[in-house]
């Protein structure tokens, strides 16, 4: 099973981000602008609520914004990181019923930001593939290429729970 592309292999989005649903945008902290040439994506205060899944310093956001940190791998997630993106998604779908903007980040806005939009939107009462779908339609093709998080959606967040190594 694949989890992760060449950084190479993966061509940088055309935007900083994306709205997948009303109120609720995915991106990430890096993106090839119009002149061809790769820029960064730094958040002012443009959303109410940024989650960010991997902090890169000068990103932003603004001051007074609301910014929520969990870093994680763009791979196999022990029942620690699982558990924080559950809570993230629990966050974004909070915000979004109190009628804030949210975004959701991670290095290019594919993997592992599409992983928390994802259960979101689960949550929020799509299904796993439609949700995978939206995010792909909205984003790029190239959201979702994880295979394992792709797993960990079809098979529903709340029941993965991955063997966690013995002490000592």
Request: glycine fraction near 14%; charge should be positive.
């Amino acid at each position: 099973m694949r989890t992760r592309w060449k950084q190479s292999d993966v061509p940088a989005p055309g935007r900083p981000w994306d709205e997948i649903v009303p109120g609720l945008w995915m991106g990430g902290h890096q993106f090839r602008g119009g002149s061809g040439r790769l820029e960064f994506a730094v958040v002012g205060q443009e959303f109410d609520l940024v989650q960010s899944l991997l902090r890169l310093p000068g990103h932003g956001p603004d001051a007074g914004v609301e910014h929520q940190v969990w870093p994680i791998p763009d791979g196999p997630l022990d029942g620690t990181q699982l558990a924080g993106v559950v809570l993230m998604a629990e966050a974004a779908c909070e915000a979004l019923d109190a009628g804030r903007r949210v975004l959701v980040r991670c290095f290019h806005g594919y993997n592992r930001s599409g992983l928390v939009v994802a259960h979101a939107l689960v949550r929020r009462g799509g299904t796993a593939e439609e949700a995978i779908r939206l995010i792909r339609d909205r984003r790029s093709s190239w959201a979702l290429h994880n295979d394992v998080f792709v797993g960990y959606l079809r098979a529903g967040l709340a029941t993965v729970r991955l063997p966690e190594k013995p002490a000592g």
